[in-house]
């Protein structure tokens, strides 16, 4: 169907509030970045074994890998929270 100029697209619905999802709002890049600092590729290499922890490991390339693959994604989300959780105890 085709639109007419004049018309306005419709907005998405507004973002709801979710207080029981901890990585709410939490980008990839940010769990990225925290876990580097946190614990270093060598420990991440250990507990997600994927090439681009182990080979010349970057942010960029982890990003571009971890988009791609939910499974890896799914992984690094659990250790990202894992880890956090044991900042926060300690």
Known sequence: MLRRVSERPVDPPPSQPQPNNPLHGVTLA?????LVATIGWE???RAVD????????SI?????FLRKVPW???KVEELYLRTKARQ???
Do not use: G
């Open 43 to 45: 420990a991440m290499a």
């Open 72 to 74: 890896a994604r799914t």
């Open 50 to 57: 994927v090439r681009c922890f182990t080979n010349e490991p």
């Open 88 to 90: 926060q105890r300690s």
């Open 60 to 64: 960029t390339s982890s990003l571009k």
């Open 30 to 34: 940010a769990i990225l970045e925290y």
